[in-house]
C-alpha cells in the first residue's frame, strides 16, 4: 500500500514537473497587444498557451494568448453573482 502511494505521488509530481511546450524562446511573441487601462497580474503557460490574469478598472479577466503569434484567442472576465 505504501509503495502504492508512493507511485501515485511520483506520478503527480513528474506531472507537475515536466515541460509540455512545444514553443521555444526563439518563437515567442515580441509584443502582447492589451488595453490602455489594462495591468497584468499574472502570467503563466498552460497547454502551450500563455493565460494572463488581467485587471481593467474593477473587472478581472483571464486571457488567453498564442504565445508564438501574440494574438487573444479566448477572455474569461470575472463577474459577481
Given at each position: ?48 498557451n500563455l493565460v494572463m490574469l488581467v ?27
Amino acid at each position: 500500500m505504501v509503495l502504492g502511494l508512493l507511485a501515485v505521488f511520483a506520478a503527480i509530481f513528474y506531472k507537475i514537473n515536466a515541460n509540455n511546450s512545444n514553443v521555444s524562446a526563439d518563437n515567442i511573441a515580441a509584443t502582447i497587444a492589451i488595453g490602455p487601462e489594462a495591468q497584468v497580474l499574472s502570467v503563466t503557460q498552460m497547454d502551450g498557451n500563455l493565460v494572463m490574469l488581467v485587471k481593467e478598472g474593477p473587472t478581472q479577466a483571464l486571457v488567453y494568448i498564442d504565445p508564438v503569434t501574440g494574438r487573444k484567442i479566448a477572455r474569461t472576465d470575472f463577474v459577481a453573482r
